[in-house]
């Protein structure tokens, strides 16, 4: 029996006769295995990495932020890479190359501290190469996706890989904390090397026919061309502009206080220990699962495009709550964790339907061009959030720093109202199209109103 048999659909996740249930496709599962037991190292690393600055550099915040800021500042040069990676036919091979280049940088790590040489100066290397490895699996991923799952099923696949990256927010940081303070921060990292392991062998083994698109003879255009042809296609479509500067928002001043910032807090303001911060974590990334859980019922119920606005709001706002925390140990770690739920409910309303009314509005021959263009603006001003978060903790304190990231990304709300993506109940091309159509008529002059209207 042959694999392509074996493993039902050929592209899309489809029969002949229509698609086969996710649960089924043996394609979808190996994926989802990968991405899950990858999730599951990275809450490990996210963790490990600040306190290995923290506790064996003595690293002050301006360096922890300037350590979140490395992992992301690649994503700055997506908008070229994923030009390049959509003249490359098999996606598949770039995520495991991605996967692979991670795990050998991760390794790096406790080979250098069991020589007693580990610096400040190799996190940041590491966090610089294992971020333009990011980069090249994330702008591989959309076109690899969008073979892999049929349209009817977008919400459906993100919500099962959102509910794994949740599951992973809710073991990984305990067990992450466990391990740091059982085999040190440098050794716990082997497990996210492992992860990524597994990851490429499962991606690997998965049979897809990745079609090639733009190739009609025709010379191709240039890399900077394309890269520009991707930028354009998100600046004039009403959805993905609106979703780009929603995101961004949302991301810039989550990172002004980002995750080491955050473990920062919990460790030198609210005094906690490896255990307890990363015990509250994982508590409070129960509010992720659940959120991974209801996104597709919630957007059933209230629409994508309602979906994706209260998880705008709900994602930054809870911030606010962490910054307030205080008192004894059990309710500075019970804030924290408070905090983190509300938000992982928001975050994962916000990226399952965004993600997949994106997947759904892109056309096969631009997705690695637009996920590049993307990534550079959306995951690009992260690194700035993280600087100016940095700059920000040191002027005027980390609660304050919190406080300006809460109240600040609650302001990306402002993107979706001015757009047609509250109107989007589901991802049918028709309520797209009737959404777009709907904005078009509130912009236009009165008088000169398109026919539609």
């Given at each position: 029996?042959?694999?392509?048999?074996?493993?039902?659909?050929?592209?899309?996740?489809?029969?002949?006769?229509?698609?086969?249930?996710?649960?089924?496709?043996?394609?979808?599962?190996?994926?989802?295995?990968?991405?899950?037991?990858?999730?599951?190292?990275?809450?490990?690393?996210?963790?490990?990495?600040?306190?290995?600055?923290?506790?064996?550099?003595?690293?002050?915040?301006?360096?922890?932020?300037?350590?979140?800021?490395?992992?992301?500042?690649?994503?700055?040069?997506?908008?070229?890479?994923?030009?390049?990676?959509?003249?490359?036919?098999?996606?598949?091979?770039?995520?495991?190359?991605?996967?692979?280049?991670?795990?050998?940088?991760?390794?790096?790590?406790?080979?250098?501290?069991?020589?007693?040489?580990?610096?400040?100066?190799?996190?940041?290397?590491?966090?610089?190469?294992?971020?333009?490895?990011?980069?090249?699996?994330?702008?591989?991923?959309?076109?690899?996706?969008?073979?892999?799952?049929?349209?009817?099923?977008?919400?459906?696949?993100?919500?099962?890989?959102?509910?794994?990256?949740?599951?992973?927010?809710v073991v990984g940081p305990a067990a992450g904390g466990a391990l740091v303070q059982?085999?040190?921060?440098?050794?716990?990292?082997?497990?996210?090397?492992?992860?990524?392991?597994?990851?490429?062998?499962?991606?690997?083994?998965?049979?897809?026919?990745?079609?090639?698109?733009?190739?009609?003879?025709?010379?191709?255009?240039?890399?900077?061309?394309?890269?520009?042809?991707?930028?354009?296609?998100?600046?004039?479509?009403?959805?993905?502009?609106?979703?780009?500067?929603?995101?961004?928002?949302?991301?810039?001043?989550?990172?002004?206080?980002?995750?080491?910032?955050?473990?920062?807090?919990?460790?030198?303001?609210?005094?906690?220990?490896?255990?307890?911060?990363?015990?509250?974590?994982?508590?409070?990334?129960?509010?992720?699962?659940?959120?991974?859980?209801?996104?597709?019922?919630?957007?059933?119920?209230?629409?994508?495009?309602?979906?994706?606005?209260?998880?705008?709001?709900?994602?930054?706002?809870?911030?606010?709550?962490?910054?307030?925390?205080?008192?004894?140990?059990?309710?500075?770690?019970?804030?924290?964790?408070?905090?983190?739920?509300?938000?992982?409910?928001?975050?994962?309303?916000?990226?399952?339907?965004?993600?997949?009314?994106?997947?759904?509005?892109?056309?096969?021959?631009?997705?690695?061009?637009?996920?590049?263009?993307?990534?550079?603006?959306?995951?690009?001003?992260?690194?700035?959030?993280?600087?100016?978060?940095?700059?920000?903790?040191?002027?005027?304190?980390?609660?304050?720093?919190?406080?300006?990231?809460?109240?600040?990304?609650?302001?990306?709300?402002?993107?979706?109202?001015?757009?047609?993506?509250?109107?989007?109940?589901?991802?049918?091309?028709?309520?797209?199209?009737?959404?777009?159509?709907?904005?078009?008529?509130?912009?236009?002059?009165?008088?000169?109103?398109?026919?539609?209207?």
């Open positions: 029996m042959s694999a392509a048999r074996e493993d039902g659909p050929r592209a899309g996740g489809s029969r002949e006769d229509g698609p086969i249930p996710l649960w089924r496709d043996r394609r979808f599962r190996r994926f989802w295995a990968g991405q899950s037991i990858s999730e599951f190292g990275d809450r490990i690393t996210e963790l490990a990495l600040p306190l290995i600055a923290v506790t064996a550099l003595s690293a002050s915040a301006n360096q922890v932020a300037w350590l979140t800021a490395l992992v992301w500042t690649p994503n700055l040069l997506a908008i070229v890479l994923g030009a390049w990676v959509d003249r490359r036919v098999r996606k598949r091979r770039l995520m495991v190359l991605a996967d692979l280049v991670r795990a050998a940088v991760l390794l790096s790590l406790p080979v250098t501290y069991l020589l007693d040489a580990v610096s400040l100066g190799q996190l940041y290397a590491v966090a610089l190469v294992t971020g333009t490895a990011a980069v090249l699996f994330n702008t591989a991923y959309p076109p690899f996706f969008a073979h892999l799952v049929p349209r009817s099923s977008y919400v459906e696949a993100n919500s099962r890989l959102s509910a794994s990256r949740s599951v992973s927010h059982a085999l040190t921060a440098p050794v716990a990292v082997v497990v996210d090397a492992l992860s990524y392991l597994a990851s490429a062998f499962l991606i690997g083994r998965i049979p897809l026919d990745e079609s090639p698109t733009g190739t009609d003879g025709a010379a191709p255009p240039s890399l900077l061309r394309r890269a520009r042809e991707g930028m354009a296609f998100v600046r004039r479509h009403p959805v993905l502009r609106a979703g780009l500067g929603c995101a961004a928002t949302v991301n810039f001043f989550t990172f002004v206080a980002g995750s080491g910032l955050l473990v920062l807090f919990a460790s030198r303001v609210l005094e906690l220990s490896a255990g307890a911060i990363g015990l509250a974590l994982g508590i409070g990334s129960t509010g992720a699962l659940l959120g991974a859980v209801l996104a597709p019922s919630v957007s059933r119920r209230i629409g994508v495009g309602r979906s994706i606005a209260v998880g705008a709001v709900l994602f930054p706002a809870p911030l606010a709550i962490a910054a307030f925390a205080g008192g004894p140990l059990w309710a500075r770690a019970g804030v924290l964790a408070a905090g983190e739920f509300l938000s992982g409910v928001g975050v994962m309303l916000f990226d399952v339907n965004l993600n997949s009314l994106q997947t759904s509005v892109i056309p096969d021959g631009m997705r690695s061009r637009v996920a590049g263009a993307f990534s550079s603006v959306n995951y690009g001003v992260r690194p700035l959030g993280a600087v100016v978060g940095g700059l920000l903790a040191t002027a005027f304190g980390l609660r304050a720093t919190l406080l300006v990231g809460a109240v600040g990304g609650t302001l990306a709300l402002l993107w979706l109202l001015a757009s047609p993506i509250p109107r989007i109940r589901s991802l049918s091309e028709n309520d797209v199209a009737q959404a777009d159509v709907a904005a078009a008529c509130d912009d236009a002059d009165p008088e000169h109103r398109p026919t539609p209207c």
